[in-house]
């Protein structure tokens, strides 16, 4: 096997995407220092191959104009900034933060790690513990947009919220996937870059079948099951109730390792499929069959995403979708719903956050998931006066001005804060706002160790790339940045356990290393001689190593975290959560419609758009069905106004059959205004403007924000109303 290269030398580098979790291998080649190409790494043991236009784009921000390339400190009003040096940005960034912390306490301060984080190595972990190493920090991320309620369900449920459960897809034979378009997003929380073939051949076996309001990209693949926005729990609590009362569950499963079944299956009992059809808008006849395919296939598992998670109901919903697994029998099964080994977390380690309900939000008073901070809650956080009150916030890899509920109200908040420091490549909707700017390194000139995703890998493998490149301008890493600042405050490094006389604070990778090696895989320095170390990885496995064959779907019941090792599928929150379904009014017909979102193959999320290439074809439209355009007489292209009590936009419609019936469907993440002149540029609207981040909006139990299935108005422009005709052409 070739031997890695040093950083920066002429031809050919093997290293890994670190932008979904797909993390797919790459191939980059370097000549006199720059890359100057970037190609599928065939040889990569997981991915073979495999990548997508994000990956060879990130060389694009890498070498882009608008790219921040050294500390920028604010001068005047939002986006008013001038390049300072690091001595001069840390000076004052520590002066300015200890006066904080000496004066109001650690509770004062706040770290915002965004999505990115979660890619590199420890990053999530270690900007947290910088927060918490001040003191009572609130830590805020992507979580509350994204992947919490599945967090919370996964609590309640089997005792962990860091145990994630997902989908064997090496064996599966019938999956449903709800609220999930791998075609474009590459399959969430999942490490399987070739989750395309793998799907292929699920529905060759047998079926995958994708609920969704929109005919998605992967619904067109394969069989799609049309569903209203924000209704998926009538769904699944009447698939559960056919599965009861056809005496089709897992009967032995749930007598030996589960409690509160029978709790669960009486609660259901009103929830039949004819009743569902009509909240759901999927025929009842069409909810049994699922159900029998579910349960009746030889192997199947159930999986939910994003669409899941921010409805108004989103718990409940991730609550049924890990119950449907385990009613079935499919839970700890190869070919079913599983979890995996982490390569640096000790498995056997007692749980390190609080259980649920054991801390609660400042604002809204909601309990924290894994100990962060609902992010719709930061504006508030902020301006409301009291104890706590935040007063210093880093934004680390995040845009939340764009990613989370009325980003306008949450930009006007960060204007009152008394530091706000950004690390971030591009001056964005949030960064323009801060006091400094500290420029980051791009993937390509950073080392990493795969680790927090590919726990979730049904063909598990690590990977270790050294840095491509040298860091471009004067750009750090995330760890240094806040390393230095601890220093400079006369505190410990994150990592003095680690520490040598020589060398008090250890660099990250040194720390990690020393994870890995006591982890699963690990050499036990010297006890396992068969396992890895960060050195080993790097010697002969410059393309990743494959670490076991297959996950261990039956010691997926060893990780139950419950007291009694047994699942728990009744819980105070299923009984309330479902008496609130229950109570609910169906949807009115009247002129509402329901707002739901999308994502594009060339964009992640609210960044990327200043890359010419990724953004060509990449237009945002209200997608907006025949008859609901027709009804409001608008246009194929008109520009429509869309609005809610928050606020109202302009954007333009595009019709389609593709959406439900009473919905309509925008991407998050567009609308730009900062220094990526490109994306600033381009058309298109901040859509999470017109979700509220008033804290009684957002789901109670979890603190999820509201962003799929708002209620919306949506009217023609003056000028903009249809014509007949025209209306005709592009009806089905
Ligand atoms: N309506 C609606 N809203 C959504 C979603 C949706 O589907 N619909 N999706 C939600 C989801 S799932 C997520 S994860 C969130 C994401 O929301 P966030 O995590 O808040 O932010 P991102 O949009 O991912 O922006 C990431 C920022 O980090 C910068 N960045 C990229 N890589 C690095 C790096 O290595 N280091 C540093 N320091 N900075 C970096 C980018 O320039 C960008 O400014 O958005 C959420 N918001
Ligand atoms: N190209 C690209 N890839 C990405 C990203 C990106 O922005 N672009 N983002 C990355 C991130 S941060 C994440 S979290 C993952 C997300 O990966 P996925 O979870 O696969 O996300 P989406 O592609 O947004 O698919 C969510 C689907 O939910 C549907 N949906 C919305 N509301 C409902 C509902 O009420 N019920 C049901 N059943 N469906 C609903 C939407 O129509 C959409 O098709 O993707 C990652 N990969
Ligand atoms: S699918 Fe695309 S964005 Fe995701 S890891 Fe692979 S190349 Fe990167
Ligand atoms: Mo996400």
Redo the contacts with the bound molecule.
């Keep these: 096997m070739a031997q890695a290269l040093a950083t920066g030398a002429d031809g050919s580098h093997f290293t890994y995407c670190?932008?979904c979790e797909a993390q797919c291998g790459l191939v980059a080649q370097v000549k006199e220092g720059r890359i100057v190409k970037v190609g599928p790494d065939r040889a990569h043991p997981v991915s073979e191959g495999h990548l997508c236009v994000k990956g060879p784009g990130m060389v694009s921000?890498t070498y882009d104009p608008d790219r921040v390339l050294t500390p920028l400190k604010r001068t005047g009003a939002p986006g008013e900034f001038v390049p300072v040096g690091w001595d001069e940005a840390l000076t004052d960034i520590t002066a300015r933060l200890k006066t904080i912390v000496d004066r109001d306490g650690g509770g004062a301060v706040g770290v915002?790690?965004?999505?990115?984080?979660?890619?590199?190595t420890l990053?999530y972990g270690y900007a947290s513990a910088f927060g918490r190493a001040l003191g009572p920090a609130k830590i805020f991320?992507?979580l509350h947009?994204?992947?919490g309620a599945k967090n919370l369900a996964q609590e309640l449920l089997f005792g962990s919220p860091v145990h994630w459960t997902f989908p064997d897809l090496e064996e599966c034979d019938f999956l449903i996937l709800l609220g999930a378009n791998p075609m474009v997003s590459h399959m969430?929380i999942i490490s399987e870059p070739r989750a395309l073939h793998k799907l292929q051949a699920i529905h060759e076996r047998g079926g995958v079948v994708v609920v969704d309001p929109r005919r998605t990209e992967t619904a067109r693949r394969f069989e799609h099951v049309a569903v209203r926005p924000d209704s998926d729990a009538w769904l699944l609590a009447a698939m559960l109730n056919h599965i009861f009362a056809q005496g089709l569950e897992a009967r032995d499963v749930l007598d030996g390792r589960t409690v509160g079944w029978t709790q669960l299956r009486d609660a259901l009992r009103p929830i039949t499929p004819e009743i569902a059809a009509c909240r759901c808008g999927v025929a009842a006849d069409a909810i049994r069959d699922l159900a029998e395919r579910f349960v009746r296939a030889r192997t199947s598992a159930c999986y939910g995403r994003?669409?899941t998670?921010?409805g108004r109901y989103s718990t409940l919903t991730n609550i049924l979708i890990e119950s449907l697994n385990v009613v079935a029998g499919r839970f700890g099964v190869a070919g079913g719903w599983v979890t995996g080994l982490s390569p640096i977390a000790n498995p056997d380690a007692p749980p390190a956050f609080p259980a649920y309900g054991a801390q609660r939000s400042r604002i809204g008073n909601f309990p924290l998931i894994l100990s962060y901070t609902p992010?719709g809650t930061l504006a508030d956080e902020i301006t409301t006066p009291g104890e706590g009150q935040m007063k210093a916030l880093f934004?680390?890899?995040?845009?939340?001005v764009?990613?989370?509920?009325e980003g306008d109200k949450t930009a006007a908040a960060l204007e009152q804060l008394e530091l706000l420091v950004?690390?971030?490549?591009?001056m964005?909707?949030?960064?323009r706002h801060a006091d400094y700017i500290?420029p980051?390194?791009?993937?390509y000139e950073?080392e990493d160790l795969t680790d927090l995703w590919v726990t979730n890998a049904t063909r598990p493998w690590v990977q270790y790339t050294p840095p491509v490149i040298e860091p471009q301008g004067e750009a750090r890493l995330?760890y240094d940045i806040y390393d230095e600042i601890l220093e400079r405050m006369g505190r410990p490094s994150l990592f003095a356990a680690l520490g040598t006389e020589e060398r008090p604070r250890p660099g990250l990778m040194q720390a990690v290393d020393a994870m890995f090696r006591m982890g699963a895989y690990g050499d036990k320095f010297g006890r396992n001689p068969e396992g890895l170390s960060v050195a080993r990885l790097r010697e002969e496995f410059p393309h990743g190593a494959r670490v076991a064959e297959r996950v261990d779907a039956a010691a997926s019941w060893s990780r139950v975290r419950t007291e009694d090792g047994r699942a728990r599928l009744w819980h105070d929150v299923t009984d309330a959560e479902l008496q609130r379904l229950l109570a609910e009014a169906a949807q009115d017909d009247s002129d509402a419609l329901y707002l739901?979102?999308?994502?594009k193959l060339g964009s992640?999320?609210?960044?990327?758009h200043n890359v010419e290439r990724l953004v060509r074809s990449d237009r945002p439209t209200l997608l907006m069905h025949p008859d609901d355009a027709r009804d409001r007489r608008i246009a194929d292209g008109a520009r429509v106004r869309i609005a809610t009590p928050v606020a109202t936009l302009e954007v333009e419609a595009e019709i389609s059959d593709d959406v439900v019936r009473g919905s309509v469907n925008?991407?998050?993440?567009w609308g730009h205004q900062g220094g990526?002149r490109r994306a600033t540029g381009l058309p298109g609207a901040n859509?999470?403007l017109l979700?509220s981040a008033r804290p009684e909006d957002f789901e109670q139990v979890s603190g999820m924000?509201h962003?799929?299935g708002i209620k919306v108005t949506v009217a023609p422009l003056e000028g903009e109303g249809a014509a007949p005709s025209v209306m005709a052409a592009h009806a089905p």
């Design positions: 670190r932008l921000i915002y790690a965004g999505n990115p984080a979660s890619f590199a990053h991320n992507a947009v994204d992947t969430s994003v669409g998670n921010r992010g934004v680390d890899s995040g845009n939340p764009h990613s989370y509920p950004s690390i971030d490549f591009y964005t909707e949030t960064s500290l980051a390194m791009t993937f950073r995330e739901f979102g999308r994502r992640l999320n609210s960044w990327m925008y991407p998050h993440g990526w859509i999470n979700a924000a962003l799929d």
